[in-house]
Nanobody, 121 residues
Framework: QVQLVESGGGLVQAGGSLRLSCVARGNIGSINTMRWYRQAPGKERELVATISGDGVTNYADSTKGRFTISRDNAKRTAALQVNSLRPEDTAVYYC???????????????WGKGTLVTVSS
């Protein structure tokens, strides 16, 4: 069993910052690409940022320059530093990862349950 568990969400005023964390638990061989998505009320889930196994990052245009994704392979964690928050950043933020089994050559794509970020104006 593999689980992704997010934390760090909360209520923050516009212009503020949060640091979201994601930890992978369970039977894990290796973790390839890790991603953060978000889903605002009434909207589709959108990709916010990605980080490859060797640390290459990509960002959505709406978050570029304000959000920073990072990872710690030894701790099996990913983080999303979110700065200069805007009310339109209000959403549930989800961690997603491609994880290889330690028992075979198979990989699976896994989701966490999300952490809520609310930005007040």
């Amino acid at each position: 069993q593999v689980q992704l568990v997010e934390s760090g969400g909360g209520l923050v005023q516009a212009g503020g910052s949060l640091r979201l964390s994601c930890v992978a638990r369970g039977n894990i061989g290796s973790i390839n690409t890790m991603r953060w998505y978000r889903q605002a009320p009434g909207k589709e889930r959108e990709l916010v940022a990605t980080i490859s196994g060797d640390g290459v990052t990509n960002y959505a245009d709406s978050t570029k320059g304000r959000f920073t994704i990072s990872r710690d392979n030894a701790k099996r964690t990913a983080a999303l530093q979110v700065n200069s928050l805007r009310p339109e950043d209000t959403a549930v933020y989800y961690c997603n990862a491609d994880i290889r089994s330690p028992f075979s050559n198979t990989s699976g794509n896994y989701w966490g349950k999300g952490t809520l970020v609310t930005v007040s104006s």
